[in-house]
């Protein structure tokens, strides 16, 4: 009666317990007196770890690294096992230690460090997860006509965020916005200032002439107008609604005689 659970939190120094031992088998049992002896806790010192981001809000942390800097930081043997918990519950339970890369969004990580079956100490640090400077990684293509050149590129940083970053264009540039005299394929890496973590992008300029209009075929009877660009392919065309929508077909059906743009 009133035994002990199997795992007994003690919290008398020092406490003695009486043990009850049966024979296998038997009603027979023998008493005996067990002191329970707790080590003296160590807290043991470990630096967060701030990573930066995958891209998914998550960081991919080494937790075998860590094992060795913990070692290195407390002066304990390379013989010492370092066991890591990701919450105080599974720590004080000492169960679903974690080994190796551990992918997280963030949070205190809780670790023993044990050697020959004592424990040498325990602690507590944090995982951190750096954001990437808030600009899509995703390459740009720009189709630019002749006459717009010199051409704006800008980072894509909100002005009242630019001095917290680097740039780093392709071309030696350094600036949150830069000027394009040419078609050109350009290169950027914008860079954390305070944490490092970086994106790059790439922008493919290709620069095309105004469309030259060689020639407008009407056909009064039955309402078709066909435009001639031989020398641009590639166009679209718009009757009338410049902001509407535009076909890629030259031919205009069913227009109505007048005079038309």
């Known amino acids: 009666q009133n035994s002990l659970p199997q795992f ?36 043991l010192a470990a630096d967060d770890i701030s990573n930066c981001d995958n891209g998914n ?27 890591f918990f990701d919450s105080i519950e599974n720590a004080v339970d000492n169960s679903n230690s974690i080994t190796g890369m551990y992918e997280s969004s963030g949070k205190a990580m809780y670790f ?4 020959n079956g004592s424990c040498l100490g325990s602690g507590v ?26 051409l704006t590129l800008n980072s894509g940083i909100p002005y009242d965020l630019e001095m917290n970053f680097w740039y780093e264009w392709s071309d030696g540039q ?3 916005e830069i000027l394009i005299s040419d078609e050109q394929t350009i290169s950027l890496k914008v860079i954390d200032i305070l944490t490092g973590c970086h994106i790059s992008k790439t922008y493919n300029i290709n620069k095309t002439t105004p469309p030259v209009i060689t020639d407008v075929d009407v056909n009064i009877d039955n309402g078709t107008v066909t435009v001639f660009s031989p020398e641009n392919p590639n166009l679209t065309y718009n009757l009338d609604n410049s902001s509407g929508a535009f076909q890629a077909e030259n031919v205009f059906l ?6 038309h743009t």
Do not use: W
């Not at 406490?15 to 296998?24: A, D, G, H, L, W």
């Not at 023993?112 to 050697?115: G, T």
């Not at 069913?254 to 005079?259: H, I, M, Q, R, T």
């Open 254 to 259: 069913n227009v109505a005689p007048g005079v």
């Open 112 to 115: 023993y460090a044990v050697n």
């Open 57 to 83: 809000g998550m960081s991919s942390f080494d937790l075998d690294e860590k094992m060795n800097d913990i070692r290195a930081h407390n002066f304990l043997p390379s013989t010492t096992d370092i066991l």
């Open 125 to 150: 640090f944090n995982l951190n997860v750096s954001p990437l400077p808030p600009i899509s990684s995703e390459d740009i293509d720009l189709t630019v006509c002749e006459f717009s050149f010199p």
């Open 8 to 43: 007994y939190m003690n919290t008398i120094p020092n406490q003695i317990i009486t043990t009850k031992v049966f024979e296998n088998g038997a009603d027979c049992y023998s008493l005996g007196q067990l002191q329970l002896i707790a080590t003296p806790s160590t807290v």
């Open 174 to 176: 350094t600036t949150n």
